[in-house]
């Protein structure tokens, strides 16, 4: 391994990669996702929750919050509204959906 090599951040990283304007395309798709997933951990984590304790306070199993966090970083399924609503009031918060006018 080449020591003199700097490491780089994810987040500069992305930013070399977002140069390449197929990359560029394909990241602002999931920009919604990648947003609501990081809504949502970080409200978890404000809360003080684990999956297990999110899960119960849904009234559903640890698994079933795994697989919702995990389906929105990597694009498998889109959750349900109901599921989210469900999510947010575990975590203590109200789920708002808002449309903006496009660029």
């Known amino acids: 391994m080449n020591k003199n090599k700097q490491t780089k951040t994810h987040r500069q990283m992305v ?6 304007p197929v990359f560029k395309t394909a990241y602002d798709e999931l920009e919604t996702e990648y947003v609501l997933l990081r809504e949502l951990l970080q409200a978890r984590q404000r809360a003080g929750l684990t999956q297990a304790e999110v899960a119960k306070k ?3 199993k640890a698994p079933a ?3 919702l966090e995990i389906a929105l970083s990597d694009n498998r399924q889109s ?3 109901s599921t989210l609503k469900k999510y947010a009031q575990a975590v203590g918060c109200k789920l708002e959906v808002h449309l903006v006018l496009g660029k």
């Open 15 to 20: 930013e070399e990669w977002k140069r390449d």
């Open 58 to 60: 849904m009234g559903t």
């Open 65 to 67: 919050v795994t697989r």
């Open 79 to 81: 959750p349900t509204i």
